[in-house]
């Protein structure tokens, strides 16, 4: 008898998706709402001030030398999984069980995020139209509780307890995993529309905002010093996070060798020449402290007086910031695909749709959770806690690349990094660097969530784990084929 081929997905997806996925993934929170915090400063951390160009800038640095050791990996073992799927090759079970849970950390709370700023900015037109939200509907219990006792108080109250939830942040995500459900080529179509339409509105706001620049604005360049401008290089880190979900669909690309780090790359390098000029002209548009708030590329139109292009650029912001929760949500649900095809979580999670060819318990799971986050989670947590797990993941990413490249030498390899012992050091380096910057209580949070996983590992994982992991480089399957699984020892 044979045993059932393992569970795949459907090859749709080519290089200009695939870099279109990554834009649609990379560009969005992180301009329209991040960098307002970044620059400001905000509850536990210093702002960066103008210097949020060179935050930027050193964050762009970091993830290319990241971007390139994903790119190794994506065209050595084409399959869902990401992060988790190179360090179970690079290290074992138990290295990778740890990063993809820490995946799952990134993905679903990182969705948490952008869920809380597509909202903020919902919100934003509602009320320029008149239709304001009761307060109680459009704010989490974390910031009503923190910021506005108010909303407590004026809320309903069930059992005792004041009823506050972030309601169009709820039923954004809900849309967003409908669509995840129906196919991966439908969800890339939709992306690329609403990625057009994000780059139009960055186009926008450059060309009205440069016109309003006031270099006094620039000084003092960096109010906190070295440690200020590292602070919003680790605080808007989450804003390129994108591309490592590039990696998670590589399993439904065409040509995966060529085309996935093809969509790395390229859409890394054109979202950091955006995000350095957006930081420029941002900053230099009005005093750092108009940019404390949910809608800080908004709030400076409206400050030099573009009310009217500021309500166009909102409107983009809402549609663009929901290909991020497209692209983010994927991601999370290929992650919870691969490792439930080994073994690690239940057998259900990689059941794929007969019909549709998708993840679709994993998808709805996914749906599920980040909701409910969205709706009761304050929008600071979920983007520091995102990109501590992010980077740790970069970090080992670039050590597994450099491992096996000592270890498994005659691996073939279509894409190379070139100097990879340099690139793969100074990529642990930075990651490393910009997890130092971010505040304690994220650390505290972060090892609370790994010691949990350490524990599911223990309890589920190993026992039902099967012998088999995802594909070593060794064994690397042709497009259109089922992932070949070779025997890891227990």
């Known amino acids: ?48 001030g103008p210097s949020l160009i060179i935050s930027f800038v050193m964050t762009g640095v970091a993830c290319g030398l990241a971007g390139l050791c994903y ?25 990778g069980w740890i990063i993809g849970w820490d995946l799952l950390l990134e993905y679903g709370v990182g969705n948490v995020a952008v869920a809380i700023g597509w909202s903020g900015y919902l919100q934003g037109l509602l009320a320029l139209g008149g239709l304001a939200l009761p307060a109680w509907l459009g704010t989490d219990p974390m910031t009503a509780a923190r910021l506005a006792p108010d909303v407590l108080a004026g809320a309903p109250h069930v059992l005792g307890m004041p009823v506050v939830i972030n309601l169009p942040a709820v039923l954004v995500v809900l849309a967003i995993t409908a669509l995840l459900c129906l196919g991966t080529s439908e969800s890339a179509r939709v992306n690329a529309v609403l990625v057009l339409v994000k780059l139009t509105m960055i186009g926008l706001f450059l060309w009205v905002g440069i016109r309003h620049v006031d270099p006094v604005n620039w000084t003092p360049f960096a109010p906190n010093g070295f440690g200020g401008t590292l602070t919003g290089a680790a605080l808007v880190f989450f804003a390129y996070i994108g591309f490592d979900a590039v ?17 790395i790359l390229a859409s890394l390098l054109v979202c950091t020449v955006l995000y350095v000029a957006v930081a420029a002209v941002l900053t230099g548009m009005v005093p750092t402290a108009a940019l404390a708030n949910a809608e800080p590329v908004a709030a400076a139109l409206r400050a030099v007086g573009a009310g009217g292009v500021a309500a166009v650029v909102s409107v983009g912001a809402v549609l663009s910031m929901a290909s991020v929760l497209l692209v983010m949500q994927l991601g999370q649900t290929r992650v919870l695909f691969a490792m439930s095809r080994d073994g690690l979580l239940p057998e259900r999670m990689a059941r794929v749709h007969p019909r549709f060819r998708t993840p679709a318990f994993a998808t709805v799971l996914t749906g599920a959770f980040v909701a409910v986050g969205a709706g009761l989670v304050d929008i600071s947590a979920a983007a520091e806690l995102t990109n501590i797990g992010t980077l740790f ?40 660097g910009l997890m130092l910057g971010l505040p304690p209580q994220t650390w505290v949070r972060f090892g609370v969530w790994l010691a949990v996983g350490l ?36």
């Not at 050595?76 to 179970?88: I, K, R």
């Not at 690309?253 to 996935?260: G, W």
């Open 393 to 432: 993941a970069f970090a080992l990413v670039s050590g597994g690349v450099w491992w096996l490249r000592r270890t498994q030498p005659e691996a073939e390899r279509p894409f190379r990094v070139p100097a990879l012992g340099l690139v793969a050091a100074l990529s642990i380096l930075s990651c490393v």
């Open 71 to 95: 790119a190794e990996f994506a065209s050595m073992m084409p399959v869902a999984g990401s992060a988790y799927t190179y360090a179970t090759a690079a290290f074992g079970r138990l290295v």
């Open 455 to 490: 524990v599911v590992y223990a309890l589920y994982g190993r026992p039902h784990a099967r012998r088999a992991a995802p594909p070593s480089p060794l064994a690397v399957p042709s497009p259109g084929a089922p992932p070949t699984l070779t025997p890891l020892p227990a």
């Open 1 to 48: 008898m044979h045993s059932p081929a393992p569970p795949s997905l459907r090859r749709t997806l080519g290089p200009v998706q695939l870099t279109l996925m990554g834009v649609g993934a990379i560009i969005g929170t992180g301009i329209f709402v991040l960098t307002g915090t970044a620059a400001a400063g905000g509850p536990g951390h210093v702002g960066a």
């Open 247 to 263: 990696s998670t669909t590589a399993e439904e690309a065409k040509r995966p060798q060529r085309d996935v780090p093809i969509g």
